[in-house]
């Protein structure tokens, strides 16, 4: 057992290239996460992370593999992160369309989305977007000047997603659109008759939370794997949920929070390693910090009513 | 079956935050055959203390007796009060909207057994109905009943599982005036047949139409417990606030300033509709500058329907709006820009958002017409916080801090709030729906002095409210909506006169 906890720490902060690890893992759970997080907080529950990524990570081969093979770097990588970005929207948005002009709720469209998403790998990687070679289901490699740039094996990527947080943060509590956003959330009825519209907030908010999920798509194929095969995510659409949980919806919060499971991930992958451990231990755990989170924050809802000044009554 | 012969009460003292009591040595006693009614303002303590009596809180101190003898507060639950036939039915409805009334009385009932009978159920439910003469359709989901019927199901609930000392948390804030009037029936049935009822109130009206008994609570104490019928309405107002209630001044409003146009005029306005009889049907009403109309109605005869496309949430199918002689599109903003206000009493309709500051409540309604809060993409927290502050400060708002969440404010404080909101700017018209629903007689009054000092001011107010005294008191014409269409009224009828044109029987 102690073993075990040892592989588990010493694998994802015991050195630096577990550290290195973790980061990398920490990546695509900050960006999907920060997704997941503007999405509850304007009351839309987008469980499609995942097909947004791997719609975004499709999006971004495409550009990288067959529309701009020759072009250079400055001109590339943008172009990979923006049609990453595009493809995630384009799934979200549909999400979006669906809710906002017939009432289809997210929650279903965006999980059977994923299913599409996966498919929709799934049909390019053994058809068109096929390597040459025709070995093996799996694209071309990205060009080098596809890549994003990479300090020994952390990518750009996790930089950019820092900043993400930030600006995140600032549009939800800041601008006026976080605001309708936010208040949207709390309360779609009241909302409306405030004269914001909880449909178009609904649509603009999946599409912008798919553009951040498939962003991290375009990062993992252009930062981690240099090409995309099936099983490119392992879930981490659906673990970014329990990441903007645990961070309470706030953006700044999803940083630790996606480390800590970035931990969990890099850790589990070493444990399994030196110590024999299914990695379905890890999951254990991360529903065990999942209950956590939510046992903590109910006791936050209560902390306040029961500490403000008098418990509202008769009302 | 237990039998209540008496509750009592006795120096009952709860504080949920350490030094601030909710509930200060309150002491109140209830006999069978009698109907106590238990009076306050929002946040005297009316339901802390019924909740201690229904054992859902736990008093810090006091004693309680049932049938004479102390029960052991230590074991005190909603358990053990259901077993010593106590019995309360919430303001919220706590029936399973899916399932019969027979079902419902079933449902989670502990004396039940485990298997369903459902030909035994109806009996019994039947019965139960017979013996307090508690009329509902046993048969019919809770869904498909009137708010009036669900009620009665809830009282026969309790009554099912063995209760004889009946508490009522407000039961008349749902129901109709008739439905309101049936109930008294039911209760002083109730009374006939050696219950005990605690009726819950805030209106004076009520309680001098049920109650025996009158127990006044204000801020934690009992001021006053006397027999109802040596109490006016006055007596009972300044015994409930404390402080003296003058009546409205109302008649000494400015004189009608001769205006050329109507300040709100609605033209052929029809929509769908939630139900048949609730869908509009060519509608046509003008409000003048510096008058109130009082748009009268039974629920569900289309009020929704024209608050909604007032409020601008709602699509009408012809007709249009138009506000001092312009043509209004209708949205939320645009009507909002155009000069007419909108006011409810529901939390939700009002457009106050729980979980948001004051602030942000203040802000979130015409926000972006409204240049003062949101410039280059950015809000003006500052400005925000400002113009809050003051408006909190001229209505009387408590706590007048403008960073604290809406939610831990009182009703009447958050309805203040929207108020000051929609009154900020002086709008030409104000739409007022429902708007003192659920207010104590303090808040409700400043409400109502506020849509004098607007109509003394000039402006035009349509009062759309299911409260008849109210409307009488405070408008100068009265229109009534029945099956979505428009009755004029008679000046001068009496509540009984409306009520006949309300119902469909009389009326032009």
């Not at chain 1, 392992?234 to 329990?242: E, L, M, S, W």
Request: glycine share 12%.
């Amino acid at each position: 057992m102690s073993e075990a906890l040892l592989a588990l720490l010493s694998g994802s902060v015991g050195s630096l290239a577990a550290w290195t690890a973790t980061l990398r893992e920490t990546a695509p759970l900050l960006v999907t996460g920060l997704a997941v997080a503007l999405a509850f907080r304007g009351g839309v529950w987008n469980i499609g992370a995942e097909g947004q990524l791997l719609a975004g990570a499709l999006c971004a081969t495409v550009v990288a593999t067959r529309l701009c093979v020759g072009a250079p770097a400055l001109v590339l990588v943008p172009a990979v992160a923006l049609a990453g970005a595009l493809g995630g929207a384009l799934f979200g948005g549909l999400a979006g369309v669906l809710r906002a002009t017939r009432g289809v709720s997210e929650v279903i469209s965006t999980i059977l989305l994923n299913f599409v998403a996966s498919c929709l790998v799934a049909l390019a990687i053994h058809g068109p977007l096929q390597e040459v070679a025709r070995a093996y289901p799996k694209s071309d490699p990205f060009p080098a000047a596809a890549m994003l740039p990479a300090f020994g094996r952390v990518h750009a990527g996790l930089l950019v997603a820092l900043v993400l947080a930030f600006g995140l943060q600032g549009l939800v509590f800041r601008t006026p659109f976080g605001f309708r956003l936010r208040a949207v959330g709390l309360a779609p009825t009241a909302a409306r008759f405030a004269g914001i519209s909880p449909e178009r907030i609904a649509l603009s908010t999946l599409a912008l939370s798919g553009a951040l999920a498939g962003l991290a798509g375009a990062f993992e194929v252009a930062g981690v794997t240099g090409q995309l095969y099936e099983g490119l995510s392992a879930g981490t659409g659906y673990t970014a949920i329990a990441v903007a949980l645990l961070a309470r919806l706030q953006p700044l919060w999803v940083i630790p929070s996606a480390l800590l499971f970035g931990a969990l991930e890099a850790g589990a992958a070493a444990m399994q390693r030196e110590a024999g451990v299914p990695a379905v231990v890890t999951q254990v755990v991360q529903g065990a910090v999942i209950l956590l989170a939510v046992g903590l924050s109910i006791g936050k809802r209560r902390g306040p009513r029961l500490l403000g000044r008098a418990l509202p009554e008769d009302a | 079956m237990p039998r209540v012969l008496r509750a009592r009460l006795q120096g009952i003292s709860k504080a949920f935050v350490p030094g601030v009591p909710v509930l200060d040595g309150v002491s109140l006693d209830v006999a069978e055959g009698e109907v106590l009614a238990l009076l306050g303002e929002n946040g005297a303590g009316k339901s802390t203390l019924m909740n201690v009596l229904s054992g859902l809180v736990k008093p810090d101190a006091g004693v309680l007796e049932l049938a004479g003898e102390p029960v052991d507060l230590a074991h005190w639950g909603p358990r053990a009060a259901q077993g010593h036939g106590v019995g309360m039915v919430h303001q919220q409805s706590a029936l399973v909207p899916a399932l019969t009334v027979a079902e419902n009385l079933r449902f989670g009932d502990p004396a039940a057994g485990l298997w369903f009978r459902p030909r035994a159920e109806r009996r019994v439910a039947a019965a139960l109905s017979r013996r307090f003469e508690l009329e509902v359709p046993v048969d019919r989901r809770v869904e498909e009943l009137s708010p009036g019927q669900r009620q009665r199901a809830e009282i026969l609930r309790a009554l099912g599982r063995g209760a004889r000392l009946l508490i009522l948390d407000e039961p008349t804030a749902v129901l109709t005036p008739n439905e309101a009037t049936a109930l008294f029936g039911a209760v002083r049935r109730l009374r006939g047949a050696g219950c005990a009822v605690i009726f819950i109130s805030h209106k004076l009206g009520e309680v001098e139409a049920v109650a025996d008994r009158v127990t006044i609570l204000r801020r934690g104490r009992v001021v006053a417990s006397v027999a109802a019928r040596e109490l006016d309405a006055h007596e009972l107002g300044r015994l409930m606030l404390g402080r003296d209630l003058p009546p409205l001044a109302r008649r000494a409003a400015a004189p009608r300033v001769a205006t050329p146009q109507p300040a709100l005029a609605i033209r052929g306005l029809s929509t769908a509709g939630a139900s048949e009889a609730s869908r509009l049907r060519g509608l046509d009403l003008e409000v003048f500058g510096a008058e109130i109309v009082g748009l009268v109605g039974i629920d569900g005869n289309g009020q929704r329907e024209l608050e909604e496309v007032l409020a601008g949430v709602r699509r009408p199918s012809a007709g249009e709006v138009v506000v001092a002689g312009r043509r209004v599109a209708l949205h939320p903003r645009a009507l909002r820009r155009a000069g007419l206000a909108h006011l409810s009493g529901d939390r939700e309709s009002a457009g106050l958002v729980r979980g948001m500051t004051l602030a942000q409540n203040f802000i979130l309604k015409g926000s972006w017409d409204d240049r003062r809060f949101f410039r280059h993409g950015r809000i003006d927290h500052a400005a925000a916080w400002r113009a809050t502050r003051a408006a909190a400060l001229r209505f009387g708002i408590v706590p007048p801090d403008p960073e604290r969440d809406i939610s831990s404010l009182s009703g009447g404080n958050a309805q203040k709030l929207a108020v000051a909101r929609e009154l900020d700017g002086d709008p030409l018209v104000l739409v007022a729906v429902n708007p003192t629903r659920g207010l104590d007689v303090g808040s409700a009054r400043f409400v109502h002095e506020q849509l004098l000092a607007r109509r003394a001011a000039g402006g035009a107010v349509l009062l759309i409210s299911t409260e008849l005294d109210e409307v009488i008191a405070l408008a100068d014409r009265l229109v009534a909506l029945v099956r979505g269409e428009l009755r004029a009224t008679p000046p001068g009828a009496d509540r009984a006169a409306i009520g006949a044109i309300l119902l469909g029987g009389g009326g032009a």
